[in-house]
């Protein structure tokens, strides 16, 4: 699940035999009905855009335990000061054992910082993908500085898309791509979309790609009623809430509100603070030049205000089950 943080994804390596198995050619959909796998936030005829895999993650579960041992650490060596500053020696007689207990405090927050927070507080709300069909290139973010778009050819040999697996947990896939140099040796890794658990979430995540940069965006769907962006990116207190019920899965969803509140609301608080601790990425205006938008394109699809905001509408939610049993009866 924390894949490309730890362990980190390695570099200047040949391409794994598993990897290459995997490989996701862009002539390869499989008959799959394209699915965005509610990692699209915007859609219209020059462009599409996704998160990237952390965007799922970020301020959850390992966030949320990182933060309560840093609070437990500062708080316990507080209150170990205080103690000692009230001894009858005073805080200067009882400085040996305070301070090899400050050392401890600290040397654990920097382990905190340095295997995860800093990975997650203080960065970005999230790491864009955009496939442009119009200039048949892909930008992938980094960062808001000079250089901090990497962008690709669509088509290039040395972009390979391919179904990752997770460090942690093999189960989990992502749509993964490896920038190659001329060697074939892995110089970048980005992902694009959520982590799931089967081979064909990512599948049909790809075979939506490759439908709108072959086919354009009128042939992308195969319902109408699936030209729907349901992810919001923005980090409010609702859109953190219903992302931990996905995280959480169906079978706790009943007891959101009961038995299970103050997890919820633990990850739900997490994951707003990180958020607020971020920044908004912001691609450079030369790439935002390139990716105008027509004026009243007919393609476009709304960006919602807050996640699943769409699935109020009868019909489109009646399809995302249908959908939903048919992937499970096929699988």
């Known amino acids: 699940m924390l894949t490309g943080w730890y362990p980190a994804f390695k570099y200047h390596r040949a391409l ?29 005829s020059t462009f599409m855009e996704f998160v990237d895999r952390t965007f799922k993650i970020k301020g959850m579960a390992a966030t949320l335990c990182a933060m309560v041992v840093s609070s437990i650490n500062i708080f316990g060596l507080s209150a170990l000061v205080v103690k000692a500053h009230g001894m009858s020696g005073g805080l200067m007689q009882e400085a040996i054992p305070v301070g090899i207990v400050a050392l401890a405090v600290f040397g654990a ?49 040395n972009a390979f898309f391919h179904i990752g697996r997770g460090g942690q947990d093999p189960s989990l896939r992502d749509l993964r791509c490896h920038l190659l140099d001329r060697h074939r040796q892995v110089q ?14 990512i ?32 980090g409010t207190l609702r859109n953190c809430w219903m992302l931990v019920c996905l995280m959480m899965g169906t079978t706790l969803f009943p007891l ?3 038995l299970m509140l103050p997890i919820y609301g633990a990850l739900t608080l997490s994951r707003w603070l990180t958020f607020k601790t971020c920044r908004a990425p912001v691609f450079p205006p030369e790439l935002e030049a390139e990716c105008a938008i027509a004026s009243g394109d007919p393609y476009a699809l709304p960006e919602p205000r807050f996640m699943a905001e769409f699935a109020s509408d009868p019909a489109i939610y009646a399809r995302a089950l249908q959908r939903h049993r048919e992937r499970m009866l096929w699988r």
């Open 16 to 44: 794994s035999p598993d990897e290459l198995a995997r490989e996701l050619p862009q002539n390869d959909t499989r008959n799959l009905s394209p699915d965005d796998a509610l990692g699209l936030v915007r859609f219209n």
């Open 203 to 234: 599948r049909e995540h790809w075979a939506l790609i490759c439908r709108y940069m072959k086919d354009g965006p009128e042939q992308c769907f195969d319902d109408p009623l699936d030209r729907v962006i349901t992810l919001s990116p923005k």
């Open 256 to 258: 959101r509100y009961t």
């Open 188 to 201: 970048q890794t980005f992902t694009i979309g959520h982590f799931w658990n089967h081979d064909d979430d």
């Open 109 to 157: 927050q920097a382990l905190i910082w340095t295997v995860h927070l800093r990975c997650d507080v203080f960065q970005y709300t999230h790491y864009p993908v955009r496939f442009n069909r119009v200039t048949r290139k892909i930008y992938f973010f980094r960062h808001n500085g000079p250089g901090g778009v990497v962008v690709v050819p669509w088509g290039s040999p």
